[in-house]
């Protein structure tokens, strides 16, 4: 079974902090996705990568940035933490398929 | 650019059918995903549609017009456990590669 696994359940910053999210896939999957996910609002995409090294934007990117140096690795950064990024962050990876495989989710509270 | 409209909540009697329906507008069209989640839990992938018509996969079908940009996720002999929500999601091509948009989400809930 593919194993998406993100490092925290859940994580308390306080408003400034750099937060690190980090994610590791088990499958040599080619596509890995930040999403963030907010009551009402679904699922939006922050930003994805489709290759090492490689990345583009979402839709919501603003205050955020990502790496990925391994393939199975991908990490979605908040440079200074701000109140308005308290949400629920949902970690994925794919094939070049529709089928993503979901992490468990980390539900960061920024004080 | 693009968006999806899903009904916020549905309600259904356990044993019974549902239909929970999905519109969608995008610059290019490449299929219709759903997706499952229980509270707490991971989004699960359900199906996914690339051409017209119905595809089955035991109590749960799911249906696409390409003309209508317009599909549905069809629930049979619904079950307590089927209580969560249900995603619609549709493939946006960008420079470089693919990506999957959501709609905001249907909650489900089956009530005895």
């Known amino acids: 079974d593919v194993k998406v696994t993100q490092s925290s359940r859940y994580l308390v910053k306080r408003t400034g902090e750099k937060v690190f999210l980090e994610c590791v896939q088990d499958m040599d999957h080619e596509n890995m996705f930040w999403y963030r996910q907010d009551p009402g609002l679904g699922l939006r995409l922050i930003y994805f990568?489709?290759?090492?090294?490689?990345?583009e934007k979402g839709d919501i990117p603003e205050g955020y940035s990502v790496s990925r140096e391994k393939k199975e690795r991908f990490s979605l950064i908040l440079e200074s933490a701000s109140t308005n990024q308290t949400s629920m962050y949902l970690c994925?990876?794919?094939?070049?398929?529709?089928?993503?495989?979901f992490g468990s989710g980390t539900q960061l509270s920024v004080l | 650019g693009q968006s999806l409209e899903q009904p916020s909540e549905v309600t259904a009697v356990e044993g019974a059918i549902v239909q929970i329906n999905c519109t969608y507008q995008?610059?290019?069209?490449?299929?219709l995903s759903w997706y499952q989640q229980h509270d707490g839990g991971a989004p699960t992938f359900l199906s996914y549609n690339a051409l017209d018509g119905l595809e089955e996969t035991g109590r749960f079908s799911s249906f696409l017009s390409r003309s209508d940009s317009y599909g549905y996720l069809l629930l049979q002999e619904l079950q307590m456990k089927d209580s969560a929500s249900y995603f619609c999601a549709v493939r946006d091509r960008t420079d470089s590669s693919y990506k999957l948009i959501f709609g905001s989400g249907t909650r489900l809930l089956v009530r005895p």
């Open positions: 990568s489709y290759d090492v090294k490689m990345k």
């Open positions: 994925a990876s794919s094939f070049a398929s529709e089928k993503l495989f």
């Open positions: 995008t610059s290019g069209f490449y299929g």
